[in-house]
C-alpha cells in the first residue's frame, strides 16, 4: 500500500517507480533482497510517452512475468507504419503494442510489490546520504518534511530530469538529448481505421517526426518529437530551444495539418486533458553510471534510442542490468560497479547504431528512398523488420553504403 513512512534502513533503495526502478525492485525483491521502492507520485500516475511497447519491451516484460498481464490490458499491433515526407508509406511487420505509461507503469510498480518490494510515495530524492564518500541510502521529502533513509545501495531509476543526478553528482549533462509532446485523442470513429503504430517523417516538422499511436477503446497517442544538438538547452515543457527556436505546440499543430490522418483525428475527436512534453535522455550519455553505493539506471542512464524515441524495453532491461551486478557482488562497490558497466557497455553500440540511423530525421529525403525501395523490395523490407526486432542494424540503412546499395536492382 502506498505510505509516506518508510523504514529507517533497507539493503536496496530504489528511487522512481518507471520501468527501469520497478524491473529493477521486482528483480531484486524475487531473490529475497530487502528492497524499498520510492517515487515523488502518488500511483498511479501519468507519464509523458508514446506509450509504444516494440519487441524489446515484450522480451523484458515475459522475464519480469507481467507480460500476459500487460497484454491482457494492451492494444496489440502488427505493424510499424513508416510514412515518408513525400507521402510514400511501407509497414514494417513487428510484435508491437501500446498501453499507456499510466497503466503499464502502474502494473509494473505492483509486480515490483508482489516479489516484495515495499512501495512508499509520494517521496523526492533530495541529496544522497553519504557516509564518507560512498553513498549509503537518501534524503528524501515527503508531505512531512524529509525524512533519511539507509541503504547499503541506491539506485536512482529517476527519468530524463536530471535533479537527481545533479545533486548526486552524477550529471555529465544536463541538456536534454531531444524534446517531445503528446496528447490523448478520443474518436471511436477511427477505431479501427488507424491500427498500426505511425510514424511521420514531413519537411514541416523541422527535422523531427510525429506519430499516432492506436490504444484501446477509441483513444490514441498523438505527438511530435525532435531531437537536439548535445549544446542545446530547452527552454521549457514545449517552449523554444535556445538555438533551434522549436516550439512543439507549433510542430504538434502543423503535423495535425500536412498528415491527413492526424488532421481527422483531431477534427473529429476530443482531446482527453492538456497537451503534455518531457525531455528525452538518448544514448547512454549525459550521465554516469556509478559511484561507490550508487547505480543510475533507465533513462536517468539515457536508456532511450536517438532517432526512434523508444525507451520503455530498454529502460527495464538496464534495470535489470542493474539488479543482476548488485546481486552478483553486492558485498564488494568495485564488482558491482565493473560488473553493471560492463553490462551496460554491451547496449552501448547497438545505441550508437541509432545515433547513426538518426540521419533520417537530419535528412528527411533518406526516408523517401528507405521508403520508396521498402516498398518494392521484400530485402528492404526484411532489413526493417530486422532493425525492429534488433537482429539488424539500424546504422547500416542510412551509411553511405546502405544508401548506395538502395540504388541497387530491386530484389
Known sequence: ????????????????????????????????????????????????????????????????????????AAQPAAFLGCVAPRGGRVDVPGRLAVMPRRQLDDILKRGAERAGARFFAPLRFVAPLLDGDRVAGAVLRGSDGEITLRARWTVLATGAVPQALLASGMCRRQAPSGIALRGYVHNPEMQGRLTALDVVWHPQLRRGYGWIFPCRDGVFNVGVGVGLAQSHSMAGEDGPTKKRNINLREMFAT?????????????????????????????????????????????????????????????????????????????????????????????????????????????????????????????????MAGVLEETGNPGNLVSLRGITRLFLPIR
Not at 46 to 60: E, Q, S, T
Not at 328 to 337: E, I, N, S, T, Y
Not at 346 to 361: G, I, S, W
Request: aromatic letters at 6%.
Open 1 to 72: 500500500m502506498t505510505s509516506t513512512s518508510p523504514p529507517d534502513a533497507c539493503t536496496v533503495l530504489v528511487v522512481g517507480a518507471g520501468p527501469a526502478g520497478s524491473a529493477c525492485a521486482q528483480w531484486l525483491a524475487h531473490q529475497g533482497v530487502d528492497v524499498v521502492l520510492v517515487d515523488q507520485h502518488d500511483f498511479p500516475r501519468d507519464k509523458v510517452c508514446g506509450d509504444g511497447l516494440i519487441p524489446d519491451a515484450h522480451r523484458a516484460l515475459e522475464r519480469l512475468g507481467l507480460y500476459d498481464e500487460v497484454m491482457a
Open 255 to 383: 503535423f495535425c495539418e500536412v498528415y491527413a490522418p492526424a488532421r481527422e483525428l483531431l477534427a473529429g475527436g476530443r482531446l482527453l486533458g492538456a497537451l503534455k512534453g518531457a525531455p528525452l535522455r538518448c544514448s547512454l550519455d549525459g550521465a554516469e553510471l556509478e559511484r561507490p553505493g550508487l547505480l543510475v539506471t533507465g533513462e536517468a542512464a539515457g536508456s532511450t534510442y536517438a532517432f526512434t524515441g523508444e525507451g520503455i524495453g530498454k529502460a527495464m532491461e538496464t534495470g535489470l542490468l542493474a539488479a543482476e551486478a548488485l546481486l552478483a557482488g553486492a558485498a564488494d562497490d568495485a564488482a558491482v560497479a565493473a560488473r553493471y558497466r560492463a553490462a551496460v557497455a554491451t547496449l552501448k553500440p547497438r545505441f550508437d547504431l541509432y545515433e547513426r540511423a538518426n540521419k533520417v530525421n537530419e535528412h528527411p529525403w533518406l526516408a523517401d528512398l528507405l521508403i520508396w525501395r521498402a516498398r518494392r523490395s521484400a530485402r528492404i523490407l526484411r532489413r
